[in-house]
């Protein structure tokens, strides 16, 4: 089935809407008691000086559809998020050294998430390579069945589905400080280091968007 695509405008709206409750999770989430693991200590200024480097080079295009995108105070690694791959084996975001990461979570019970992962799916559909990637992390809880049937009505086959079903990966970063409901999305370079994060939906799909990341990756959006 084709995805549907969803007009800018209305994820812009939803967006705005969202923006009011940042500070409320419960707007979009419940919180599960579990953690994601230790916290680890930030890596050293050298160690993430490009991510800095890079997050600044990008502030002019964080504008229009992806105006939310911002740089982060700190650009660090963060606690190595754990979630399960397409088979189902444990993955990490370690696991994906060398690529530049848009990580979002989403559910299927957060309307703006719904209507943002077609949007993904076109982006990793015209950029997804060895360099970059979308990594959509599914956080329902309880079985596959719901994700995935989701994905299929909506024509989503161009992004892997990855999957926390023990909601851990949204309470790390949200203990970060950088989730503070659904869809949260981080970009992340190709040394696991953060360079930018929203909270609310975008038009990934957008002009704006691809330039963005053609810009985080060092090369043109696909045409």
């Given at each position: 089935m084709t995805a549907?695509?969803?007009p800018a405008a209305k994820?812009?709206?939803?967006?705005?809407?969202?923006?009011?409750?940042?500070?409320?999770?419960?707007?979009?989430?419940?919180?599960?008691?579990?953690g994601n693991g230790k916290a680890v200590a930030s890596?050293?200024?050298?160690?993430?000086?490009?991510?800095?480097?890079?997050?600044?080079?990008?502030?002019?295009?964080?504008?229009?559809?992806?105006a939310a995108m911002m740089s982060v105070p700190e650009h660090r690694k963060l606690p190595d998020?754990?979630?399960?791959?397409?088979?189902?084996?444990?993955?990490?975001?370690?696991?994906?050294?060398?690529?530049?990461?848009?990580?979002?979570?989403?559910?299927?019970?957060?309307?703006?998430?719904?209507?943002?992962?077609?949007a993904l799916n076109a982006l990793q559909k015209s950029m997804g390579s060895d360099r970059f990637e979308v990594?959509?992390?599914?956080?329902?809880?309880?079985?596959?069945?719901?994700?995935?049937a989701f994905l299929e009505e909506t024509g989503v086959h161009d992004l892997a589905y990855y999957r926390d079903s023990s909601m851990e990966t949204f309470n790390t970063l949200k203990k970060e400080?950088?989730?503070?409901?659904?869809?949260?999305?981080?970009?992340?370079?190709?040394?696991?280091c953060l360079v930018s994060s929203m909270n609310g939906p975008a038009a990934w799909d957008s002009d704006d968007a691809k330039a963005l990341i053609g810009a985080a990756i060092g090369t043109r959006p696909a045409t």
């Open positions: 549907k695509k969803v994820l812009i709206a939803i967006a705005g809407v969202a923006g009011l409750f940042a500070g409320a999770a419960a707007i979009y989430v419940i919180e599960s008691q579990s890596a050293s200024s050298a160690e993430c000086g490009a991510a800095a480097a890079l997050a600044e080079s990008l502030v002019p295009l964080s504008k229009g559809q992806v998020l754990s979630f399960t791959g397409p088979d189902g084996a444990p993955k990490r975001i370690a696991d994906f050294s060398g690529k530049t990461l848009l990580v979002n979570l989403w559910a299927t019970w957060c309307v703006p998430c719904r209507e943002e992962m077609p990594v959509a992390i599914n956080i329902d809880t309880g079985t596959d069945d719901k994700p995935k400080g950088l989730a503070f409901g659904l869809p949260a999305t981080l970009l992340m370079d190709e040394k696991g």
